[in-house]
């Protein structure tokens, strides 16, 4: 536990609280000890792990610091080791990396195969095998043939009124979707409470230095996985990308515990920075998408080689691609899970209006989802349903189900919903639940706009339920919705006036195709995207890996620029910076921060309210011994008269004077000690301490702008900064101060934060 | 002009010499002063523009400083100012940024307009017309028609005999080349010196922070543009694509001073990174590359604000790519360049080796263009050449010529040749200079090879000549013809053994294609490219972006991926990061650094040798005026007594001082002056200067690792760093020494540097 805990408390949050408690090391490793020339025993500083508790915030400069020795102590063996050490432990972490993209890679794709098939279930059975999806069911056929193996099930129980066919179906499709989200919520409830939401919130806060290691578990990943597979089945409003990113993080942590892969803390988020690029990689299908989502979204820029992180990154991101690939969940040998098909090469100028129409309703409506989504987790989190998570999942899951069984483009799978408004109408594939009609535009923009508007209800709700489930489907559901309909009303406006002067470069032959609705549908999808996560080149990547629309990337990084400046205009903040905000995890936005002429005086904790070590009452070995493991805090300044001497984690000092402290106890003669230099030299009856000094430690002034003190922050990955002044302390900054400066704005910040996990 | 400078001189680097210069500053702002409550006449130091020296270094820690003051003096206005003012100044920017955008977009479009036509006269020549092109010639033909207005030139002048028309093209084919290059080389050598060479490694350090503003001037910017022209038109090998870049960043500079955009050092380099994108787009046809090319190349991660950074490169990459597809060079309305086509939707696992084979060759030749590339501007400096760089480029140019006449894949031009190389053989589309000849295949693979290996001569040769010239078309050509030769090797082996069980994924019938040649010719290029840039994702996508083989995005990365692994094993560095420590520029590689122990006291400069202003002897004015004028520094650390007081600026120094040393010049009474708050409370003779005090002063330890400075360095983008201990100056760490850390080890560092420019 460091000094930025409990000292620095401002809410109410659990996370900070909990990481107040004390800790104390066993030394379990004697060889860590060694005799030096002057005859003292001297236990090299690199060998105390500092075991980090659960909630606290990583130190990255002491990490790095490790790292170093760790480099040296490669770099200092002799003969044949020197050369095949450093080569063995790097192919060693290539492995891990290599395996997790093949196991992402493989799980994504029979979950993929898992989700079609209950999905199916809720419509019907395979009438030669149970254990046969509709599509598997039904090939082998010759274009042209009907499928007479697959039944629904009013036909497979040869059901044959009407009414009766009406109300088995809906009971089917409703029990079902009970069934499989109320197990998904009993799992999650009762094996893995971590296993629920979409993950990447937690997933940002954890590469950025948080200490949660519980969320990495092999009962999360087990559950999160199934509980997925149930939960998108059910026909919730949800998808499987978030929680796929977690997914393929629990088995970087897993597997490296494993192959007892000896990391830090820091090597640590390096490797699950490309497992989660290599979860984004299969979730879209998005190789490239994945990479640069790691690097976006989830700030991969701090770390200390960001090129060492990227390349990894890359890596795992093509391999697990290519696993998809070779599993081929789809049978299409595709990576391009919604294909757009039929678009006209060229676009037209006049075509930017209807599409800046869109990428401002991508921005109001995505910010609308997410201050609805918000509300909706703090009223979850005040009111009674806080204590039946189950029942809300069960009652929300038949609300859902009864409501979707009503309208036909909600009663679809969303990814089946997407698929078809990306394309085009093209009679040789025939219609689509008539969205193809060209009679009925009227009606299937009225559709359109409903099904967008209870989606986006639907979503609000679902999305922080006790169950896995992700934000990114739902929302180009939600996009593809709308922006289909604004084709299709563009479309109907330029049939009907063929001659207008906007329409001048249409061919005059209204019955020749010049508006591609199914493009429009991309646009919306864009838009809204844009709206809800805020970012920019990752989504456009992955949004033109996930359509291969490579010619039109123009419009569709234009709608994804207009939405995110409509949106910033509600709200600088993404969906999963509102969801850490809510959750206060010690994560700092890497956005830009203008202090008004503060310094940093505005927020350290000045020398009087800190614990420090008073080197000049020369303490016995004994007392600084009950000082360290009576107290609470990780680390200490250390200060001599008035001059500040260093900083001393706690860990190292306990560790290091426990061999003294034995032969204290032998020799029956309590020995005194010093952090100083001078001091020891002086008097050689005091044990020098000085080697346990952090030596990296960096000292700014009081009177620097607020703004530097945030970057360094920011920049450097730091957890604490001490100030000082003509060599005498003067206070302190932690991480969590800057957390707080940086979030306390946002509304709900905190707001679930004392909730029970 | 910093310490940095002078004090830390140990190559004999011309721009670190000129760097030593003293400055002093003009007060012409009166209004900057003002009268404080206590009666003292106060320069807001804010006010106070430091004007950089070209060849040194920006502070960017003193750069944000004054933004942020800029940011506090515009909040602090009232009224509908206070509303209205920072709406002008962002609009001022993105106006800047948008007329960026459109006019390399035309710019760029016009030139390809311009190099196609110069390009065709060495041909021949339209006979309706000079002006028109031989597209342009013969367009409105039907399919099948023979274009009669387009001559030869042997046609036009009506020569007969075969051995006449031979010499007669021969002739002009050579001359043209000449006149073309030469007139590019008389151009730059006589008006813009900073024209020659591609401009990436200026960019990259320009970008860092490096001063060099006349790299990016008027007469730059036109002799760039119509140099390249020229000189692409010529037929030498090279390509548009890095100019572009510079002239981008040109027309940034220049409109931003047209529109009298008043902006810092920091905000004028956030500009040009923007610019630079766009470059990149028009160059591609790439805007996503063009963003993430920014971002992996020039390094805007380390910017302050690094996502509104990428945002403005986004910006101006769609505005660039939207103008250059509106005015539409190609006539194709596409912003793809190189057109994959036939490909076969899937690819063969057996197709991996020859894809390896090409990605281990691509990262050897790769290295070994760099290599030579070094080797020869080493000896071209070292020479004779070095006096006579037109009589170098029209003599190179004459052997390209003559040399290139001779192999058909050499005479065309290179994107002619890799357009087609990227394509597949298809009997609809004609034949392609026997390319597709199934009977030639042996010639065409010896051809090609020769092609490639000529390609690499020439290539290492042109790159640093005296004309404008840019790497990438020309490693494109070089990898698809070895990509294409390959892929050829490949068909042919599955036609002749079509039973062998490695080919047993292709259909048994030997006369289907199963092998893409075209293909081989996109991975055989991506792999040059990774090895001659070392880029890795944004090369990717503007690989992808550049031949629309979106489908084939997984066997790209790897290509490039393994190209890299092979590269990195003969050196680690790319070929601008090579041109960049040739001529010893100031720029700090992004790579990880690992000491071996060191500590920071191994580099810094002790204070000792520090020119340091030393408070305790309270100067008077006249006195400290004569020190700072005198003096060559930028800057000095302030001690009194051993306390390290702080880092105060001499041109603030010079500036704030003036009127009081007019007042003393008229009372006749020199009044003294102190940096101390104390000394100044305590004797109210003194006059305060302690508010001139760098307020962001860093301060380390002398025993922090070496690795943590390098790292401070490169993630705040310091230009110094004070080193203390107990509030005494113990030394000083400058950017130059740190990058003359990280670049000592390369071969030919700095051999380059004293070149006259």
């Known amino acids: 536990m460091s000094q930025d805990s409990a000292e620095t408390l401002r809410g109410e949050s659990q996370w900070l609280k909990t990481a107040g408690d004390g800790t104390s090391y066993p030394i379990d490793d004697v060889e860590a000890f060694e005799l030096r020339p002057d005859g003292s025993l001297f236990q090299n500083p690199s060998t105390i792990q500092p075991s980090y508790k659960e909630g606290s915030t990583i130190d990255w400069f002491w990490e790095e610091g490790t790292e170093r020795e760790h480099k040296r102590a490669l770099h200092s063996l002799r003969g044949i080791r020197k050369l095949l050490a450093p080569i063995l432990e790097s192919s060693w972490t290539w492995i891990v990396i290599i395996l997790v993209g093949v196991g992402i890679g493989v799980v994504g794709a029979w979950l993929d195969i898992l989700v079609k098939w209950l999905g199916d279930l809720r419509e019907g059975r395979c009438t030669h095998g149970f254990l046969y999806n509709q599509v598997a069911c039904c090939s082998g056929l010759d274009p042209g043939d009907i499928c007479t193996e697959w039944a629904t099930w009013s036909e497979y129980y040869n059901v044959k009124s009407i009414l009766g066919q009406s109300i088995l179906q809906l009971t089917f499709y409703i029990v079902l979707a009970i069934a499989f989200a109320g197990s998904a919520a009993v799992l999650v409830t009762h094996y893995a409470p971590y296993a629920f939401h979409t993950g990447i919130p937690e997933i940002k806060a954890i590469l950025s230095g948080f200490v949660f290691d519980r969320f990495l578990g092999a009962w999360t990943l087990l559950i999160k996985a199934l509980g997925l597979a149930l939960a998108v089945a059910s026909g919730l409003s949800l998808g499987k990308e978030g929680p796929l990113v977690h997914v393929a993080c629990c088995m970087a942590y897993l597997l490296s515990r494993l192959l007892r892969l000896k990391q830090s803390e820091a090597q640590k988020r390096k490797l699950l ?143 089946e919903l997407v698929a078809n408004l990306f394309q085009e109408c093209d009679p040789a594939r025939g219609d689509y639940h008539g969205l193809c ?68 470069s249409c061919p005059p032959d209204a019955t020749v195709r010049c508006i591609s609705p199914g493009f429009y549908a ?143 106890r032998i020799s029956q003669t309590p020995r005194r000690c010093t952090f ?82």
């Open 273 to 415: 920075a490309a497992a989660a690029s290599a979860g984004v990689s299969v979730a879209f299908g998005s190789p490239l998408g994945g990479v640069l989502f790691g690097l976006e979204e989830l700030d991969t820029f701090s770390f200390s080689n960001e090129s060492d992180v990227m390349w990894r990154g890359f890596v795992a991101s093509v391999i697990a691609a290519m696993a998809l690939q070779y599993v081929d969940p789809f049978g299409t040998a595709k990576l391009v899970l919604f294909q757009v098909s039929g678009v006209s090469a060229t676009w037209k100028a006049f075509e930017l209006i209807p599409w800046m129409f869109l990428a401002i309703l991508g921005g109001v409506f995505g910010s609308l989802l997410i201050k609805l989504n918000a509300a909706v987790a703090v009223y979850r989190h005040r009111s009674f349903l806080r204590d039946y998570p189950i029942a809300e999942v069960i009652g929300f899951t038949a609300i859902t189900a009864a409501v979707s069984y009503l309208v036909v483009f909600l009663r679809v799978q969303s990814s």
């Open 437 to 504: 009609n060209p009679t009925a535009v009227w009606e299937n923009i009225f559709l359109l706009i409903l099904t967008a508007l209870v989606k986006i209800i639907f979503t609000s709700w679902t999305f922080g339920m006790m169950i896995p489930a992700g934000i990114f489907l739902p929302t180009i559901a939600i996009g593809a919705c709308l922006g289909r309909a604004v084709g299709l009303l563009t479309e109907g406006l330029q049939r009907t006036y063929p001659k207008a002067l906007i329409f001048n």
């Open 522 to 664: 991309v646009i919306g999808a864009s838009a809204m995207l844009g709206g809800v996560t805020r970012m920019t080149i990752s989504l456009v990547v992955i949004l033109f890996e996930l359509t291969g629309a490579l010619s039109h990337v123009l419009p569709i990084m234009i709608s994804v620029m207009v939405s995110k400046w409509i949106g910033d205009a509600f709200g600088k903040d993404g969906i999963y910076a509102v969801w850490i905000a809510l959750r206060q995890y010690p994560w700092l936005p890497p956005s830009d921060f203008r202090d008004n002429g503060q310094s940093a005086s505005q927020i350290i904790k000045s020398v009087d309210n800190l614990v420090v070590i008073q080197d000049e009452r020369e303490f016995t070995l004994q007392e600084l011994d009950q000082f360290v493991t009576s107290s609470t805090f990780h680390g200490y300044p250390v200060v001599r008269g008035e001059q500040l001497l260093g900083y001393v984690a706690g860990d190292k000092i306990t560790a290091y004077i426990a061999p003294l402290l034995a032969d204290d």
């Open 676 to 757: 100083s230099k001078e001091a020891a030299a002086s008097n050689s009856d005091l044990i020098n301490l000085s080697v346990l000094l952090d030596e990296a430690v960096l000292q700014l002034r009081k009177e620097i702008p607020l703004e530097v003190v945030v970057q360094m922050f920011q920049k450097m990955n730091l957890r604490h900064i001490l100030f000082s002044h003509g060599g005498k302390l003067t206070g302190l900054v932690t991480k969590t101060d800057i957390v707080w400066l940086l979030t306390a704005h946002l509304p709900h910040t905190a707001a679930l934060s004392n909730e029970e996990r």
